[in-house]
């Protein structure tokens, strides 16, 4: 966990965080059971460094949340984490057709308002994009424009298209135009664009699906002393604090 949160945070954005992967990992085993493996190391799953990794205090915040996962309805549900909402969480319909109380997305989350990651810019050259667009399968020419062409409830990139020099538009989802340029650098969904000449900029806010918790708004409310269960109840409404072995 130690790879998810700080052990230096508040121990209640740690328990937070313990619970909700806890519940995604369990979700996981469920959902997965076929499968040689439940969850993946990597952004797409959990980070996980080893046992070599582990800190004293997430191990504490484990140990303090003992068996507790987040259920709806007496059912556990997939508790999605990211770093920084960028001031409002996403729905996990928008993303993976999932329709949950706790999951829908929409909630004004002005702990996560600046702290780090909550405003980035990334600049590109369009002959970068061009090239990732086609080693993706798309043919397009260079590109002319980048365009929004509908956003979601959040605020967040749900199509665009790209305009090449012919004139030829290529319509993108905006998980899908993310995922090619790469999620660690296009951060987060939630942003704006700016053509300029042979580059453009995407000016943002958040990092992450946006989806549930959001890390770093875990952390400003543990420092206003919100407990672990008020942010969970926070970033997951209408979910239940569980003993694992009283699910159904």
């Known amino acids: ?14 328990c937070a965080q313990a619970v909700a992967a806890r519940t995604y990992a369990l979700y996981a085993m469920e959902q997965f059971a076929a ?6 190391n990597d952004i797409y799953s959990q980070v996980y460094g080893g046992r070599g990794a582990e800190r004293y205090r997430t191990n504490l915040a484990v140990k303090r949340t003992k068996g507790e996962v987040l259920t ?55 002959k970068d994009i061009q090239d990732k667009l086609i080693a993706s399968g798309y043919n397009v020419g260079l590109i002319q424009e980048i365009r929004v062409v509908e ?28 995922e ?19 580059y453009v900029d ?5 990092w992450g699906h946006g989806v549930g918790l959001c890390q770093w708004g875990a952390y400003n409310m543990a420092r206003m002393r ?3 269960k008020q942010i969970l109840s ?11 072995q009283d699910i159904d």
């Not at 004004?108 to 600049?123: K, L």
Request: charged share 25%.
């Open 1 to 14: 966990m130690y790879h998810e949160v700080s052990d230096k945070w508040p121990l209640d954005a740690i």
């Open 35 to 40: 499968r040689d493996y439940d969850v993946t």
């Open 72 to 126: 709806y309805q007496g059912k556990i549900f997939p508790a999605f984490f990211h770093a920084n909402s960028g001031g409002v969480t996403e729905d996990a319909k928008e993303l993976w057709g999932i329709d949950l109380p706790p999951l829908r997305g929409g909630v004004e989350s002005p702990f996560s308002v600046n702290s780090p990651h909550y405003r980035w810019t990334r600049n590109f050259r369009l």
């Open 151 to 178: 956003r979601n409830k959040s605020g967040r990139v749900r199509r665009l298209e790209v305009v090449d020099r012919d004139g030829k538009v290529l319509p993108l989802e905006g998980k899908q135009f993310r």
């Open 180 to 198: 090619i340029l790469g999620p660690n650098v296009l951060r987060s969904n939630k942003y704006n664009i700016e053509m300029k000449g042979w």
């Open 202 to 206: 995407f000016v943002g806010h958040g």
């Open 226 to 228: 919100y407990s672990y």
């Open 234 to 244: 926070f970033y997951y409404p209408g979910s239940d604090l569980t003993k694992f």
